[in-house]
């Protein structure tokens, strides 16, 4: 157990230690979302190669990152299943006169300003997976087993949304819940792939619906939301999120990938002595 944790602190450290590195040189020439982006991964990626190469003698893509017919399948069912019950949690209020579009201030943005919205979000989400479901995650469920790690590793998760703006404390619960279903996603499909689709699908579709994601307002399509449904429901300005409807969208989502064909594949970390680890008794 020691040997496990010592692993986690200096695998903590190295995601720490890059994010305050790295969130300066970037907020230089950068906006807040960009800076935090390219902090996450930056550090995410740093702190994963530097322990797989140092412990484990593997490569970055032995973490999940692996790709084959199986991975490119569970890309998929996350990405249809995230972006389904994210259109679902706008459409049906709109469906029922909840809700409505309006045109927004800002204009509609260019196919470039979309592709670029795209990458950067996939960016983050590729950031976040590796942080909070790569190798700290990993070590931790072969080491203390799958409810000892998701639960923390939920709270974690929600602490670093902990700072966004117009969060609330039912948004922090909603996000604890997300880090749980994305830590179940990772076992469920034996890679990072089935829960980076998941997270990419919510997070492309929210904005291009013209609410907001995690307290962030990205008008990309020229259409902004407004809600007839108090904040309790929708969210208010941290976005569904925030709200009730996100914990309905997140329940139907865990069904749906419950009954979905995923192909569980290989994660080396998570197999007896891995790690290289002497029994410890």
């Known amino acids: 157990m020691a040997s496990t944790i010592i692993r986690i602190v200096i695998y903590a450290f190295f995601c720490w230690f890059g994010m305050l590195l ?58 249809v299943g995230g972006a389904l ?12 006169g909840l809700a409505s579009w309006h045109e927004s201030v800002e204009k509609p943005s260019g196919w470039a300003t979309l592709a670029y919205f795209f990458v ?4 983050g989400v590729v950031a976040e997976e590796l942080m909070f479901r790569g190798y700290g995650f990993q070590i931790m469920v072969r080491r203390f087993g ?9 709270v974690l998760f929600a602490a670093a949304h902990s700072g966004n703006m117009n969060v609330s404390y039912l948004g922090l619960v909603n996000t604890f ?14 890679d990072l792939w089935l829960a980076i689709g998941v997270h990419a699908g919510w997070n492309w579709t929210l904005p291009l619906l013209g609410v907001n994601l995690s307290g962030f307002t990205m008008r990309v399509t020229g259409i902004e939301l407004q809600w007839k449904l108090d904040a309790l429901w929708s969210g208010g300005d941290y976005g569904p999120e925030g709200g009730l409807l996100s914990l309905c969208a997140l329940i139907l989502l865990l ?3 419950y009954k979905a064909p995923v192909q569980p594949q290989r994660l080396v970390l998570l197999e007896p002595r891995a790690m290289g680890e002497r029994s410890e008794s």
């Open 255 to 257: 069904a749906g990938l």
């Open 177 to 190: 819940l997300w880090g749980v279903a994305l830590g179940w996603c990772v076992l469920r499909s034996g």
């Open 22 to 79: 790295l969130a300066p040189l970037f907020y230089v020439a950068a906006d807040t979302l960009i800076t935090f982006v390219a902090a996450t991964f930056g550090a995410a990626a740093i702190a994963n190669v530097i322990c797989l190469r140092i412990y484990e003698r593997r490569s970055l893509a032995e973490v999940g990152l692996g790709w084959n017919g199986a991975s490119m399948r569970h890309l998929a069912y996350g990405v």
């Open 146 to 154: 799958a409810f000892a790690t998701l639960l923390p590793m939920g």
């Open 120 to 123: 950067l979000l996939l960016f």
């Open 85 to 96: 019950v994210a259109a679902l949690t706008v459409l049906i209020p709109m469906a029922m």
